[in-house]
């Protein structure tokens, strides 16, 4: 299903900058259109602060994926944090622990296509997106 | 650190963001305006965004401080340049940014300013002796 991956730490602002050069690249490779491209550098932007600041830094690996019918790019944000308790309250427009705008989580859901979030206290965080070429 | 440059002209602070901003550099970006906005005495703020391929929700926050800290400061701010990929996503992330003026380029900002006088950035005419104002009734 993939073809092509890369994979970059997440432990300084500096790395969240590489993250959303790193999806840049790949949107652009798998041809998203100009909005989607935007979409999904602004969704990774979002999720990469996020493994940075909740949960204390990570990796991301962005992968070039195709199916039967189209292309994507799919991005998975994994830390070893301290995981979310709540996380229906996670994803609720407004709701933040971080003093933020609490739009990170829910926003970028909105922004993809498929959105998955692997989570347990004490056990880290694990968020998988996919952005698909219409 | 990278630093954004704060210039000023005339009655007006002008800044545009042409890197991918780290989160610390738009902090720094803040104090570095407000403080301007104290040393020079300006009453306007315009931030051209035309070169940032996307905005984000920390970014989106730091634009509406910088706005609020301004108007507490007795300066106005125009966000200029959005690109429209950039405010589709924003909207869909959620962020409308309320209490934020935009326009869509620097000098549509800088007349959006214009209610406050900056006749001296203009020096095209010669805006010493404004036209008198005649009235005529038909």
Not at chain 1, 35 to 55: C, F, P
Not at chain 2, 34 to 40: G, L, Q, R, Y
Not at chain 2, 66 to 82: F, H, N, P, Q, Y
Request: aromatic share 2%.
């Amino acid at each position: 299903m993939s073809d092509e991956s890369q994979r970059i730490p997440v432990d300084s602002d500096r790395d969240v900058v590489r993250v959303r050069q790193l999806v840049r690249t790949f949107a652009v490779t798998v041809k998203l259109s100009l909005v989607d491209q935007t979409k999904i550098v602004t969704a990774a932007s979002e999720l990469a602060r996020n493994t940075l600041v909740y949960g204390g830094g990570g990796e991301v690996e962005v992968t070039r994926v195709q199916n039967d019918r189209r292309a994507g790019i799919r991005i998975v944000f994994a830390d070893q944090g301290p995981g979310i308790a709540d996380l229906e309250l996670a994803l609720t427009d407004g709701y933040t622990t971080g003093g933020g705008m609490g739009l990170g989580l829910s926003g970028a859901r909105r922004l993809v296509d498929e959105f998955d979030i692997d989570t347990e206290p004490g056990k880290g965080t694990t968020i998988t997106i996919v952005k698909w070429c219409r | 650190m990278e630093r954004v440059p704060v210039l000023k002209i005339g009655d007006i602070l002008l800044v545009s963001i042409q890197i991918d901003m780290e989160d610390q550099v738009a902090l720094q970006l803040q104090d570095d305006l407000a403080e301007k906005i104290v040393t020079t005495g300006t009453h306007g703020v315009i931030i051209d965004i035309s070169a940032l391929d996307i905005v984000d929700s920390f970014v989106g926050r730091t634009l509406a401080n910088i706005a609020s800290v301004s108007r507490v400061l007795d300066a106005e701010t125009v966000v200029v340049g959005m690109r429209p990929a950039v405010a589709i996503t924003l909207v869909e992330l959620g962020l409308s940014l309320p209490g934020i003026r935009t326009a869509l380029n620097v000098e549509l900002g800088i007349a959006m300013l214009g209610t406050r006088d900056h006749s001296d950035l203009f020096d095209d005419e010669d805006e010493d002796e404004p036209d008198p104002v005649v009235v005529t009734t038909p």
